[in-house]
């Protein structure tokens, strides 16, 4: 799963931004993106694949000497790994992503439903889209709110309009002191640390900063400063929140308590399932919506033969598939070896799929 951090505070944000994007790096992602605010100057970098193609990016930026500084020198910023569910993995589609004006940019874990109808409308009032993210269309409305709004209620404006899931952070040059996350169906948590804020979806990424957090819940929205901050409701209403302390070590937050990774991987797994599948299921239609497939549809419907081929665990995970994809498609699967595949000279014509996991 993908990753939010977000920095406010006294110290520089990029090397906090880019040490939490490490810690998280265990969840798996293809892209990852990373912008610093400074005064009113916003600078992002963003690369495809590991996190260490950003951290090269960043230290052989071709940026000049004032983004440079600016990139540097700024105290709030926001970086996220991404796990594309609307756009294949590039530059383009890593986030954060912006709105027209450049003035808003935004990192966003979840999946929005009713993006296209939102993005036609936005499109029509002149809005230009520059990716084929979900997620894009949540800072072009918050930019249209913004131009009568200030920025706390064109936040809240834009939640009440969209659906769907996320944890989102958000920063806007208008209102350079601040950054607004919330959450809805996709964990996101505050450090409260000495004069400065961490937001994050993942406690690993908190941890160096502060062990002092408090965990937003579903339709809470935090309004963080440099020195203070608020939780509100999606209805503009103070919520109660408590204060954790978490007592585990850095070694034992990426493992979230447990003594082994394969312990926690064991206990996520309905988890793991849910957060696959969410956004994937359209329940009142009976129906799966899986957007990677999309184009080749046509295609699938003249599928004779599946072949899955995979190593190790995934080679385990594609047994799974077979049962599953032979009971409910009715379609013969093999599963192999991808190691032996390599070698074989299978027979494959235009009615068989290849799935490499
Ligand atoms: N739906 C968003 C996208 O495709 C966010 C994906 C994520 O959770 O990383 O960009």
């Known amino acids: 799963?993908?990753?939010?951090?977000?920095?406010?505070?006294?110290?520089?944000?990029?090397?906090?931004?880019?040490?939490?994007?490490?810690?998280m790096e265990y969840r798996g992602y293809d892209s990852a993106g990373i912008s610093v605010m400074h005064k009113d100057k916003i600078v992002t970098l963003k690369s495809v694949g590991k996190i260490l193609n950003l951290e090269n990016k960043i230290n052989n930026s071709r940026l000049n000497s004032h983004q440079k500084l600016n990139f540097q020198q700024g105290k709030i910023g926001l970086a996220h790994t991404r796990w594309a569910t609307h756009g294949e993995p590039s530059e383009k589609n890593a986030h954060p992503q912006k709105d027209c004006s450049g003035n808003i940019f935004i990192v966003h874990n979840g999946i929005i439903e009713n993006y296209q109808e939102l993005k036609k409308q936005l499109i029509k009032k002149g809005h230009l889209f520059r990716s084929d993210t979900d997620t894009e269309v949540i800072a072009h409305l918050i930019e249209e709110f913004n131009k009568k709004e200030n920025f706390k209620t064109a936040v809240l404006k834009t939640l009440n309009s969209i659906k769907g899931t996320y944890g989102l952070a958000i920063i806007n040059k208008k209102e350079p002191d601040k950054i607004i996350a919330a959450r809805l169906g996709s964990p996101l948590l505050l450090g409260l640390g000495d004069k400065e804020y961490i937001i994050a979806s993942?406690?690993?990424?908190?941890?160096?900063?502060?062990?002092?957090?408090?965990?937003?819940?579903?339709?809470?929205?935090?309004?963080?400063?440099?020195?203070?901050?608020?939780?509100?409701?999606?209805?503009?209403?103070?919520?109660?929140?408590?204060i954790h302390q978490i007592d585990w070590t850095e070694d034992k937050i990426e493992k979230q308590g447990y003594d082994h990774f394969m312990l926690k991987e064991i206990f996520e797994q309905p988890k793991t399932i849910k957060d696959a599948i969410r956004g994937r299921l359209i329940v009142k239609d009976g129906n799966a919506k899986l957007g990677g497939l999309e184009n080749v549809a046509h295609q699938l419907k003249t599928i004779e033969k599946i072949i899955i081929i995979s190593c190790g665990t995934s080679y385990y995970a594609g047994l799974v598939g077979e049962y599953m994809l032979e009971e409910y498609a009715d379609i013969p699967v093999e599963v192999e070896y991808a190691s032996e595949f390599r070698y074989r000279k299978p027979i494959l014509d235009s009615r068989t799929i290849v799935l490499a996991i």
């Open 1 to 23: 799963m993908c990753g939010i951090i977000g920095y406010i505070g006294k110290n520089k944000a990029q090397p906090i931004l880019l040490d939490g994007l490490k810690r």
């Open 202 to 242: 993942d406690p690993a990424a908190i941890i160096r900063q502060t062990n002092k957090v408090i965990y937003l819940k579903d339709g809470e929205i935090a309004i963080i400063k440099n020195n203070d901050y608020e939780i509100i409701s999606l209805k503009n209403k103070f919520t109660q929140h408590k």
